[in-house]
């Protein structure tokens, strides 16, 4: 009797096969979706420098200007007496144990007038550190000017105006008998008579400008180059003449863009306060500083009135000098928001200190512009409210409190994870060392060179303008 073959009918086998590409695709989805839940949400996304750190760098070339316009302008800081504009000298015990050492280095001044501008210090400090010792720098300092995307111009523009404005604050904005005034035009003739400056119309040179009256004279001078600003404050001119004297008219003419610019960190002025050393905050906002402000600080003496005598708000006079520090510190730990109204410019150093004490910002400042923007979203760790809204009576007490003890909570979280980035410092002696790699210097960097295409572009540009040509002046592009 002849065997029967048995035959799997086609239809079975599509079943199985159809049953089976179902499961392992229900498997997939199972162990992706258990994947997902073990992995907590994060509101704040940091982008880490490290991860993209080996594969990219600016190229910098330091202009060989004189130490005179740099680390001597140290060396006669800390020759002087003290700071006639403070009431009590902040770096005496620095100043006396100095005398005898002249160090090649010398520290930055902790005079708070001074070092809350003190990223020039900082950043010229990562390009003097051996390059063996550099392996943490997003620049690269490079010692040919054809290899270069950036060329540094090492020129303490803060320090200078601030040693002008500490012995005769009159003749700042005059130019007879101004040394500030002096070694600014020294700055500019220096560079503007190389060839690299000719070649580039100083569009690819980089100068620090922190203080919002560094180079006050020869802005004007500099102004195709690449500006390491804190605001923009200070900066705009109005064409009146254009607009017939109507201000809603008017055009704003500046030498400063976010396209060219970078908007770079106050120094912040208190000490960093962890996470985990947080503890119960029994004030729901809190701000200290001058009352009186001019042009768009006129707000603060407005919010001043409103608040200062509102219940769980306290408003006080002063700056975190030796005398206000320690008040400044409880102030800012004890309470659940910091209030960061606009003074003489848009920002100060107050919010890096709110953010290094986890104080929840609350900025009220219509044409702020704020550091590593597209890098950090403030919104996540920032309060912000309009200046319209914050004078209407009642209102700002009343948004704050509307925030949950979960909501404030995850806001100091996020805090917590750029605290970092805000950070000069790098702990060695004059300033010569290893840098943090995620801190404020390498972020600076990085920001520059975000903006190589657009130089290279403009140079480019300027090479087919005929002569006599003249280049529009530069709008406020946000």
Same mark, same amino acid.
């Given at each position: 009797?002849?065997?029967?073959?048995?035959?799997?009918?086609?239809?079975?086998?599509?079943?199985?096969?159809?049953?089976?590409?179902? +499961?392992?695709?229900?498997?997939?989805?199972?162990?992706?979706?258990?994947?997902?839940?073990?992995?907590?949400?994060?509101?704040?996304?940091?982008?880490?420098?490290?991860?993209?750190?080996?594969?990219?760098?600016?190229?910098?070339?330091?202009?060989?200007?004189?130490?005179? $316009?740099?680390?001597?302008?140290?060396?006669?800081?800390?020759?002087?007496?003290?700071?006639?504009?403070?009431?009590?000298?902040?770096?005496?015990?620095?100043?006396?144990?100095?005398?005898?050492?002249?160090?090649?280095?010398?520290?930055? &001044?902790?005079?708070? +007038?001074?070092?809350?501008?003190?990223?020039?210090?900082?950043?010229?400090?990562?390009?003097?550190?051996?390059?063996?010792?550099?392996?943490?720098?997003?620049?690269?300092?490079?010692?040919? @000017?054809?290899?270069?995307?950036?060329?540094?111009?090492?020129?303490?523009?803060?320090?200078?105006?601030?040693?002008?404005?500490?012995?005769?604050?009159?003749?700042?904005?005059?130019?007879?008998?101004?040394?500030?005034?002096?070694?600014?035009?020294?700055?500019?003739?220096?560079?503007?008579?190389?060839?690299?400056?000719?070649?580039?119309?100083?569009?690819?040179?980089?100068?620090?400008?922190?203080?919002?009256?560094?180079?006050?004279?020869?802005?004007?001078?500099?102004?195709?180059?690449?500006?390491?600003?804190?605001?923009?404050?200070?900066?705009?001119?109005?064409?009146?003449?254009?607009?017939?004297?109507?201000?809603?008219?008017?055009?704003?003419?500046?030498?400063?863009?976010?396209?060219?610019?970078?908007?770079?960190?106050?120094?912040?002025?208190?000490?960093?306060?962890?996470?985990?050393?947080?503890?119960?905050?029994?004030?729901? +906002?809190?701000?200290?500083?001058?009352?009186?402000?001019?042009?768009?600080?006129?707000?603060?003496?407005? $919010?001043?009135?409103?608040?200062?005598?509102?219940?769980?708000?306290?408003?006080?006079?002063?700056?975190?000098?030796?005398?206000?520090?320690?008040?400044?510190?409880?102030?800012?730990?004890?309470?659940?928001?910091? $209030?960061?109204?606009?003074?003489?410019?848009?920002?100060?150093?107050?919010?890096?200190?709110? @953010?290094?004490?986890?104080?929840?910002?609350? @900025?009220?400042?219509?044409?702020?512009? +704020?550091?590593?923007?597209?890098?950090?979203?403030?919104?996540?760790?920032?309060?912000?409210?309009?200046?319209?809204?914050?004078?209407?009576?009642?209102?700002?007490?009343?948004?704050?409190?509307?925030?949950?003890?979960?909501?404030?909570?995850?806001?100091?979280?996020?805090?917590?994870?750029?605290?970092?980035?805000?950070?000069?410092?790098?702990?060695?002696?004059?300033?010569?060392?290893?840098?943090?790699?995620?801190?404020?210097?390498?972020?600076?960097?990085?920001?520059?060179?975000?903006?190589?295409?657009?130089?290279?572009?403009?140079?480019?540009?300027?090479?087919?303008?005929?002569?006599?040509?003249?280049? &529009?002046?530069?709008?406020?592009?946000?």
């Amino acid at each position: 009797m002849a065997t029967k073959k048995s035959t799997s009918s086609p239809c079975s086998i599509s079943s199985v096969v159809i049953s089976f590409t179902l +499961l392992c695709i229900l498997l997939l989805f199972i162990f992706s979706l258990s994947s997902t839940n073990r992995q907590p949400k994060i509101g704040l996304q940091i982008p880490d420098i490290t991860s993209q750190f080996f594969n990219k760098s600016i190229r910098v070339y330091v202009a060989d200007l004189p130490r005179s $316009l740099n680390y001597d302008l140290l060396a006669k800081y800390w020759s002087l007496n003290g700071d006639s504009r403070l009431g009590r000298d902040e770096d005496s015990e620095i100043r006396s144990t100095l005398l005898s050492k002249s160090p090649k280095f010398p520290p930055y &001044p902790e005079n708070p +007038l001074i070092k809350q501008y003190s990223a020039e210090y900082w950043i010229m400090g990562d390009l003097m550190t051996p390059e063996e010792s550099r392996t943490r720098s997003f620049a690269k300092r490079v010692s040919d @000017i054809n290899e270069a995307d950036v060329l540094f111009v090492p020129f303490f523009a803060t320090l200078s105006a601030e040693l002008q404005l500490s012995v005769a604050k009159g003749a700042f904005r005059k130019k007879m008998s101004n040394e500030d005034y002096e070694r600014q035009r020294q700055v500019v003739d220096f560079v503007k008579g190389t060839d690299a400056w000719k070649k580039s119309g100083g569009r690819d040179h980089v100068f620090v400008l922190t203080d919002p009256v560094a180079m006050w004279h020869v802005r004007a001078d500099i102004a195709p180059a690449v500006l390491l600003v804190v605001d923009f404050g200070g900066w705009f001119k109005l064409d009146s003449k254009a607009s017939k004297g109507d201000s809603s008219e008017m055009i704003q003419h500046t030498q400063v863009s976010l396209v060219k610019d970078v908007i770079v960190p106050y120094t912040h002025l208190l000490p960093r306060l962890d996470l985990s050393e947080n503890r119960k905050r029994y004030t729901l +906002l809190y701000f200290k500083g001058a009352k009186h402000r001019h042009r768009g600080g006129l707000v603060r003496e407005k $919010l001043w009135d409103l608040l200062v005598n509102k219940p769980d708000v306290i408003m006080e006079e002063g700056f975190p000098n030796a005398t206000g520090r320690a008040q400044s510190i409880k102030g800012m730990r004890t309470s659940e928001f910091c $209030l960061h109204p606009a003074g003489d410019t848009p920002t100060s150093c107050r919010l890096f200190d709110a @953010i290094q004490s986890l104080c929840i910002p609350v @900025i009220v400042s219509d044409s702020i512009e +704020l550091p590593f923007e597209g890098m950090i979203d403030y919104s996540e760790f920032s309060i912000f409210v309009s200046v319209n809204d914050a004078l209407r009576p009642d209102f700002l007490v009343g948004h704050l409190r509307k925030f949950s003890e979960q909501e404030k909570d995850k806001f100091r979280q996020n805090i917590a994870k750029v605290q970092h980035v805000f950070e000069y410092d790098n702990g060695h002696l004059g300033g010569i060392g290893p840098i943090p790699l995620n801190g404020a210097v390498n972020h600076i960097w990085k920001k520059v060179y975000q903006k190589l295409p657009m130089i290279k572009e403009a140079i480019t540009r300027a090479k087919r303008k005929p002569a006599g040509v003249s280049v &529009p002046l530069r709008c406020h592009c946000t």
